[in-house]
């Protein structure tokens, strides 16, 4: 299958297999103009009948060091501890 004829998706997931990358990455090399986290999400779904999976390094506050974000794969806005909005997007990785 030519490149062309590949989904967002596939592609995404190609990008994933050979290094961790962040939403913002993922969105400015797909030209994406929905939610990169949705996209993931529905790829890591597809992943497990590979034996693949999806893992992700969570949201972390580049101020106080919080990452105990209850969702992994979003971008939360601030940090629920220090109220900072300095977080960190989460990086994805397939393996």
């Known amino acids: 299958m030519c490149e062309a004829e590949r989904t967002t998706r596939q592609?995404?997931?190609?990008?994933?297999?050979t290094e961790p990358a962040q939403p913002a990455t993922l969105a400015g090399e797909f030209e994406i103009t929905t939610?990169?986290?949705?996209?993931?999400?529905?790829?890591?779904?597809?992943?497990e009948s590979n034996d693949e999976q999806l893992l992700v390094a969570p949201p972390t506050c580049r101020d106080c060091g919080f990452?105990?974000?209850?969702d992994l794969v979003n971008q939360p806005s601030r940090c629920p501890d220090c109220k900072s909005e300095?977080?960190?997007?989460?990086?994805f990785v397939i393996e």
Do not use: M, N, Q
């Open 11 to 17: 592609r995404i997931a190609d990008r994933l297999r």
């Open 35 to 47: 939610t990169v986290c949705s996209r993931v999400t529905h790829l890591s779904r597809s992943l």
């Open 67 to 70: 990452l105990a974000f209850d």
């Open 86 to 91: 300095a977080v960190e997007e989460p990086t």
